[in-house]
């Protein structure tokens, strides 16, 4: 079983966090990440978990269009950037399919390195905007299979 956190992609600025919605930068983030996912088959999903917030759940929306998937969209509970990471692990644990995870900084990077490391802090894994990390449960342990960004491609 694998997981995938993905920080969401660039988005307007704006007074109301929430709402700020995606830039034309961030959908091109979008479509290049999505290509490059799709060609190769490496994120298989059913589910895009998203926070509440417009930016996280367009990314999840656009992704999975782009890698061209029937992934249902699920809001979820702590995913927000300043969420307890601790909160998702343990609902990570209980699952048994894959499923992505559309968030924020640091809050990704600080439930990467609690599931990966044991400990949230130190963090020892940044996501830039629409970065994906995905990590794999093996006999009860999570290790890294890779991680990604725009930059890289």
């Not at 290509?35 to 996280?56: I, Q």
């Not at 909160?87 to 990077?109: D, F, N, Q, T, W």
């Amino acid at each position: 079983m694998q997981i995938y956190l993905i920080r969401h992609a660039q988005a307007e600025a704006g007074e109301d966090d929430a709402a700020r919605p995606l830039s034309k930068r961030g959908r091109g983030q979008i479509r290049q990440m999505g290509r490059f996912l799709r060609k190769n088959g490496a994120l298989a999903t059913a589910e895009f978990w998203h926070s509440p917030l417009v930016r996280a759940r367009d990314t999840a929306m656009l992704l999975g269009k782009q890698l061209k998937v029937r992934a249902r969209l699920v809001q979820v509970a702590g995913l927000r950037y300043s969420d307890n990471p601790a909160i998702m692990a343990k609902r990570l644990g209980k699952i048994r399919r894959s499923v992505a995870l559309v968030g924020h900084e640091p809050h990704l990077g600080a439930l990467a390195s609690l599931l990966v490391a044991g400990t949230a802090q130190p963090t020892r894994f940044e996501l830039k905007k629409c970065a994906v990390v995905a990590l794999e449960r093996v006999e009860g342990r999570w290790l890294v299979r890779w991680q990604v960004s725009p930059e890289m491609i």
